[in-house]
C-alpha cells in the first residue's frame, strides 16, 4: 500500500509554459513545438549539425542551440522558414474559435504520414 507523500500536486493546464507563467506561453509553446519538429528532420534525415546548418543557412552553433532548446533567438516565423529549407511544407490556418473559449489559440498541428 502506497504512503500519501505530503507533497501538493497541481494538475497541468496542458501547457508547461502557462504553468510556469511565461509571458505569452501559447508562442512559446509553438516556438518549442516547431523547434521538437526540426529536430526530428534533422535526426530523421541522419543530418549532422553541419550538414543541417549548410541546409538551413546557419551557422553549426545556432542549430547546437536551437537542438538544445535555446530558442530565445529563434521566432516562430524563423523556425517556419527553418522548416522548409529542411523540406517541409508549413500551412497556416485561421478560423474563428468557438464560443465557449475567452480569447483565440496558436497551435502546431503535425501531420502523421500514413
Known amino acids: 500500500m502506497a504512503k500519501k507523500s505530503g507533497i501538493p500536486v497541481t494538475a497541468s493546464s496542458g501547457n508547461v509554459f502557462t504553468d510556469l507563467g511565461v509571458p505569452q506561453p501559447e508562442e512559446e509553446l509553438a516556438k518549442a513545438q516547431l523547434a521538437s519538429r526540426i529536430r526530428q ?9 553541419a550538414a543541417a546548418a549548410a541546409l538551413m543557412g546557419l551557422d553549426q552553433p545556432k ?9 530565445a533567438n529563434f ?4 523556425l517556419m522558414r527553418l522548416l522548409t529549407r529542411l523540406g517541409q511544407d508549413i500551412e497556416i490556418v485561421v478560423k474563428v474559435k468557438p464560443r465557449r473559449r475567452h480569447a483565440g489559440r496558436i497551435r502546431v498541428i503535425d501531420q502523421v504520414r500514413a
Open 41 to 49: 528532420v534533422i535526426r530523421q534525415s541522419r543530418l549532422t549539425q
Open 63 to 71: 542549430v547546437s542551440a536551437l537542438l538544445n532548446g535555446r530558442l
Open 75 to 78: 521566432s516562430s516565423e524563423r
